[in-house]
């Protein structure tokens, strides 16, 4: 059963330093036709692999907030069209700061979105110019009151860590800003530099000064404190919410279940075969246009990958991976499957079984992808 829908603008008015999503710059793109493109995709899609409803839709990008109002209704008008969302599930968009004007705050809500996610990323005005954002601690601000006028409850935002040049001080001033917001969710990523950014290229010349794995590790720490200190569970290693106020969209993820991926590079998982979209957006186009979908690739899950997706996946979540769920989906014990990683981790104290479930523990939450690492068998092959 497909339960989820992932839809991808991928139009900015800028491009930051750090991003490596598949996005393009909106000035002179083709918007209207990609937005016939996407609603074309949904189409020939629920035709092949329906579904009854779904629980989750998360329109991200780029920047989907970046689409004109117009656009933005005739968008919201066509998801509403063809993906069967049933009544009080999750419909996320996420947002700049900058775009969020009552008016678009007003087409979403009526649209039936009930949820924000907000890429703030820091509260320090000189750093959101270092990493090329084009928003102010200001618009933030502005940007919640608008959200909370027009009805938004749901609001969600982003915060990074281990900048160039940031302090521990500096981002326990960020966290500070971020808890008089009065929101219900966070998420807290440290930066990652990526290959094809300008911060990429940057760091190959020596010109990059990022804090260092010591104060990134320090920075964790007091994320996780202080999130803990003002009532908001760390409910996986980058989320934190108040209770019931979890990102439903991205249980999807960790728990391995089946979701659609709609628009230019975007990434699905149905009746066990991963695909990627075509990513430049000629490209979709095209295949839409010669009436079939877009997928530019296309892997069929081994029953061995999809045990280690359980685990690697599954770990990120506080609660970890469900024994008694493993061994109904595979028929296989994971602890006997896994028995020498499982082993060697729980006496590194990485990892903890009890009551039924394998997590993390909180050193092994700082070292996740060392953890997760041990799990990736068939690749290490």
Partial sequence: MINAAYLHIPFCEHICHYCDFNKVFLKGQPVDDYLLSLEQEMILTMREFPTEKLETIFVGGGTPTSLNEQQLYRFCESINKHLPLGKNNEFTFEANPGDLTKEKL????????NRLSIGVQTFNDDLLKKIGRVHRAKDVYQSIDNAKAVGFENISIDLIFSLPSQTLTDFQKS???????????????????????????????GKLPTPGEDIEAAMYELLMEEMDKHGFKQYEISNFSKPGYESKHNLTYWLNNYYYGFGAGAHSYINGKRRSNAGPLNKYLQHIENGHLPVFQEHEVTIAEQMEEEMFLGLRIANGVSIPRFIQRFNKDPLQFFEKEI?????????????????????GRLLGNEVFQSFLITSND
């Fill in 106 to 113: 007003q087409i979403l809500r009526d649209a039936g979105v």
């Fill in 175 to 205: 966290l500070t800003a971020a808890f008089s917001l009065d929101i219900n969710h966070y998420s807290a990523y440290s930066l990652i530099i990526e290959p094809k950014t300008v911060f990429y290229n940057l760091m190959q010349k």
């Fill in 343 to 363: 082993t060697d981790l729980v006496g590194k104290k990485w990892l903890k079984v009890e009551n039924d479930h394998i997590y993390l523990t909180k050193t």
